[in-house]
């Protein structure tokens, strides 16, 4: 009866959620207080809940301060300068603009949060695409690529729903997988580079004359002088390819209207590497929270966080207090500045926190009366025995698909507990069915589920069926180096 009442609990919840019949939060209150009293667990529902809350208070704090601490340091302008060189160096170079992007995404994520990571990254990049004319598929491609892949940080979704599900510190979810997610990273970057390299070429073949050829190239000092273009072949001095028809006009310097056209497109690439517009967006050049002066202190600040971090010797949701108190305290001594740009972020904070308490009714009613412990008994009789010491990697192959077609919430609350349960009685420990869980992240944020990838193609007014064709493989791709290394450094293992 538990086993049905388990199986029955989770498939309503993930039904409810993913039909968005009721909202993760309900779901995750409502629905296992009903299949606890149908146990006949009836006042005891609530010991159970309340020591589950206990137990995720850790998690709390640090999502809480985690969240806010990356919010003020967006908020003073510490990824303003990076964002602002990166447009410069760039240029118009199309393989360095789609490696900026793989690198701007990859700072502003983070902050935990994947749509203000594309509202900063489209804002800022969307503009040099168009003027260029990259296709805002690869935009979309490497902000999706690089945001999943760096959404395993611990005051992201999937590793603090991992934490909470099976009662983990999350640094020790997150701090061994460092490697693989490095390595995910290299795999990201490189497929940014040739998505780039890809652009560069198709761009040279659909329009030689702006982005010129070995024996041509389209000199932009040149053409504001002048509109001529610096050759070293013959037949070019007009400006235009071999066997092009030339424009007429009467303007231009040397009674040609090609100068005019190279003069147009010039200005569109200055216009380019000058940067675009980011009034009204999170990176307001104007905002009135900008902290110029403090750059150092909070670099310096955020990269001792940074380090603190790896080092693992203070707790993380301690470390993220004492950062989010130093970080109020020197960028804003007013105390009414403090609760204002506190409030900004509470929105945040309270959405993710919130899911994080009505989690305890899920797994307090699970653990609580016992239906975890019937599920996963019954999948060890299911299970062949030969399968039983992989099966944390056989949860991070599940996770790809899985967290595709599922929320987190539903595969991190409903699916994990019974897989780690199962892992137990093979001698795998709890943490490395999570650690393996959070390496199908590079997919779950391609999928339709997922509110920030629909906002991602929606500015970049990208189809999402486009999205998907370029995106998916190479997501996977990413995903399954990231569980291999991770088996390879031995933090996910295989038990005999």
């Not at 010797?313 to 993220?320: C, D, G």
């Amino acid at each position: 009866m538990l086993v049905l009442l388990g199986f029955a609990m989770v498939a309503t919840f993930m039904a409810l959620i993913m039909t968005k019949r009721m909202t993760p939060l309900l779901a995750l209150i409502l629905v296992p207080t009903i299949f606890g009293l149908f146990t006949g667990a009836g006042l005891g529902l609530g010991d159970m809940i309340l020591e589950a809350v206990g137990q995720m208070a850790p998690t709390a704090a640090l999502l809480m301060f985690a969240i806010a601490y990356f919010g003020i340091m967006i908020d003073v302008g510490l990824f303003d300068r990076l964002v602002n060189w990166i447009v410069r160096v760039v240029g118009h170079d199309p393989a360095k603009v789609v490696m900026g992007t793989a690198l701007l995404t990859a700072v502003i994520s983070l902050d935990g949060d994947g749509s203000t990571t594309f509202i900063v990254v489209t804002s800022a990049l969307l503009p040099v695409y168009h003027r260029l004319g990259l296709s805002p598929v690869v935009l979309t491609c490497v902000a999706g690529l690089t945001n999943g892949t760096l959404n395993i940080v611990p005051w992201g979704g999937p590793t603090v729903r991992a934490a909470a599900a099976l009662n983990v510190d999350a640094a020790e979810i997150f701090v061994p997988m460092i490697p693989s997610l490095l390595v995910g990273l290299a795999v990201v970057f490189v497929f940014a580079w040739f998505l780039g390299l890809a652009e560069r070429r198709r761009l040279r073949r659909e329009d030689p004359a702006r982005w010129g050829r070995p024996e041509q190239r389209f000199d932009a000092d040149s053409a504001t002088s002048g509109g001529k273009v610096t050759s070293a072949g013959p037949g070019t001095g007009t400006g235009g390819a071999p066997g092009e028809p030339q424009p007429t006009g009467t303007g231009g310097s040397s009674g040609s209207g090609a100068g005019v056209g190279l003069l147009e497109r010039t200005e569109a690439v200055t216009a380019a590497a000058e940067g675009p517009d980011l009034s009204d967006t999170a990176l307001d050049p104007n905002r009135d929270t900008l902290r110029p002066r403090l750059f150092v202190f909070n670099l310096v600040l955020t990269v001792v966080i940074m380090g603190l971090l790896i080092a693992d010797i203070v707790p993380l949701a301690y470390l993220f207090m004492i950062g989010t108190a130093l970080a109020l305290l020197v960028n804003f001594p007013n105390v009414k500045k403090q609760a204002e740009v506190l409030g900004n972020h509470s929105s945040s904070i309270v959405a993710v926190v919130s899911m994080v308490f009505a989690a305890a009714v899920l797994t307090g009613v699970l653990t609580g009366t016992g239906m975890v412990e019937a599920m996963s008994q019954w999948l060890v009789d299911v299970i062949p025995d030969s399968m039983g010491p992989i099966l944390a990697v056989l949860t991070g192959l599940i996770s790809i698909p899985a967290t595709f077609f599922m929320s987190n919430d539903a595969f991190y609350f409903g699916i994990l507990p019974v897989l780690a349960e199962t892992g137990a009685h093979y001698g795998i420990p709890a943490v490395d069915m999570a650690r393996a869980s959070i390496t199908g992240q590079p997919v779950h944020m391609q999928s339709p589920l997922v509110p920030a990838i629909l906002l991602l193609v929606s500015m970049a007014k990208v189809d999402l069926g486009d999205h998907h064709k370029k995106v998916l493989w190479r997501a996977c791709i990413v995903a399954l180096v990231m569980l291999a290394s991770g088996v390879l450094f031995g933090v996910i293992g295989i038990y005999s």
